[in-house]
């Protein structure tokens, strides 16, 4: 597994969570209870500090830093897709980052707030409570209905089992 302390700055991993062993942890980053951290992840508190909240998931390949002597802070029950990128930013609880998308330097995301797949949230900016933002630069493109809330526990609840399911289920060949 790739967990690494750097200049005296070590990870603080919830003993139920799920890193990858082809994921990377470095510095002064947390990981809460029952979050699944996918392979290729990497998380880097080299000189900012990361903090994720609990039963939050981390897909494939996301990369997540803050800047110096600042935080990147990832909520409870939050969505990172495939490919994000996640910089200096604040994710509040239940947000879902879209695959491939950016949160930038300063910008939060509010409570159950989407950022549509492939969307650029620009440093400084604010997506307000249950919006869908998609584009370059994201812009809003309505709000979030309880159909859609429902059908995304249920995905967040699946990525939440991961952190066990793989800890007792992944067999390398």
């Known amino acids: 597994?790739?967990?690494?302390?750097?200049e005296g700055r070590k990870p603080k991993i919830h003993e139920t969570a799920y890193v990858?062993?082809?994921?990377?942890?470095?510095g002064d980053v947390t990981i809460g209870k029952?979050?699944?951290?996918a392979p290729g992840a990497r998380l880097k508190g080299d000189y900012g500090t990361i903090e994720i909240g609990d039963y939050s998931n981390v897909q494939e390949n996301c990369v997540i830093h803050a800047r110096p002597d600042e935080y990147t802070i990832i909520g409870d029950w939050v969505s990172v897709g495939h490919g994000a990128?996640?910089?200096?930013?604040?994710i509040d609880d239940w947000a879902v980052i879209g695959m491939g998308s950016v949160v930038s330097d300063y910008a939060t995301v509010g409570p159950w707030a989407v950022v549509a797949?492939?969307?650029?949230?620009?440093?400084?900016?604010?997506?307000?409570?249950?919006?869908?933002v998609v584009g370059i630069p994201a812009k809003s493109k309505g709000k979030i209905d309880e159909e859609f809330k429902e059908r995304w526990i249920e995905i967040k609840k699946k990525y939440r089992s991961f952190s066990k399911r793989y800890k007792e289920g992944l067999v390398p060949l």
């Open 1 to 6: 597994m790739g967990i690494y302390a750097f």
């Open 20 to 26: 990858s062993p082809s994921a990377d942890v470095i």
């Open 34 to 37: 029952e979050c699944f951290i």
């Open 85 to 90: 990128i996640i910089h200096g930013a604040k």
């Open 117 to 132: 797949e492939g969307a650029v949230v620009v440093s400084k900016s604010r997506i307000s409570e249950g919006t869908i």
